[in-house]
């Protein structure tokens, strides 16, 4: 129960910087999808399935270390080039 409290916490934090400015909302999902990468690779085991459900199974090994990885990577994207990743959140327009 307390994981779940910390992850709704998390969204709503990340929520309010997207409506401060959304540049900074893509940072700070950036930083938290770096946390995640962390989490995995430390855990060595990701869990995956249905949403709802008890997990199916679990990544581990190798394949726990490489999907940490990329999430690591991805979320250093998201900070360095908030821009770049910009029109995955807002269309080719931008934000307004």
Known sequence: MAQ?????????IVAAVFLYDQRLGIRALGLLEVAVGVYFIKAGKVPY???????SGYLTGWAAVASGVLAIMIGVLFLVAP???EPLFCGRSGCT
């Open 4 to 12: 779940r409290s910390v992850g709704v916490l998390l969204v709503l």
């Open 83 to 85: 821009g770049a990743v």
């Open 49 to 55: 399935g249905w949403r709802g459900r008890p997990a």
